[in-house]
């Protein structure tokens, strides 16, 4: 699929990410410290939120990159909404959009656009509790007794793309919501730095669902 594309090669040193955020973001806040620390050999060029009261935007602002409010209310469609924020990380020349904690579907037009440059954190292990912006309340609910995170690439379809990397966290007994939900983030920082990181080293080959990672190269 097209994420072969960005295997094997760098476009362009460090890589440019786009950041796409709803909420606290703390997915971004790692990022933003890892880059800091020279942690992670990337520069964050554009941080998209789409609601005016996310946390994550006086992370952005505090750690001195780009930030850009997109609100639906702002736009006749979701699909406009989108061009836009396509048309602003192109112009960032973003290589790599990471969505980190960003709470909408995105679109076709969107997802072929930045084919295969595309990834997503979601709190579970797909493709349980797929689709839900509750997996973590929804995994304990269910009595899993193993639940975790996923770093997947995005194609059209809601959490079902070919998967790069997850880690397991174990359900306590008498966890509760909040508990679990901070041993997963943890989790999710952890994976999702190293994504970014194998993806900007062209160690990551998509083989229709399966991701290859080549740590010889
Ligand atoms: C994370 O749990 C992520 O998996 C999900 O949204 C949450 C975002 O958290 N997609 P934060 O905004 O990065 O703190």
Redesign the pocket.
């Known amino acids: 699929m097209q994420a072969a594309e960005l295997s094997g090669q760098r476009r362009s040193d460090p890589m440019r990410l786009g950041v796409l ?1 709803s ?6 806040q790692a990022i933003l410290d890892a880059v800091a620390a020279g942690e992670l050999r990337a520069e964050v060029a554009l941080v998209v939120c789409n609601h005016a009261d996310a946390e ?1 935007i006086a992370r952005a602002e505090a750690g001195g990159v780009p930030v850009e409010l997109h609100t639906a209310a702002a736009y006749p469609s979701r699909r406009a909404q989108q061009e836009a924020i396509a048309g602003r990380l192109a112009e960032e020349g973003v290589e790599l959009v990471v ?4 709470d909408r579907v995105l679109t076709g037009q969107f997802v072929e656009r930045f084919g295969g440059r595309i990834i ?4 579970s292990l797909l493709p349980a509790f797929a689709g839900s912006l509750h997996a973590i309340e929804e995994a304990l609910k269910y009595g899993v007794k193993i639940t975790g ?1 996923t770093v997947h690439f995005v194609t059209e379809k809601v959490d079902t793309g070919p998967i790069l990397l997850q880690a397991a966290v174990p359900v306590l007994e008498g966890d509760t919501a909040d508990a679990l ?1 901070e041993r ?2 943890k989790q ?1 920082h952890r994976i999702l730095l190293e994504a970014i990181r194998l993806i900007g080293d062209g160690k990551v080959e998509v083989q229709g669902r399966t991701v290859k990672i080549n740590c010889s190269m």
């Open positions: 955020v909420g606290r973001g703390t997915n971004l994550a969505c980190a904690g960003w997503n954190i979601h709190p995170c939900a997963i983030h999710e």
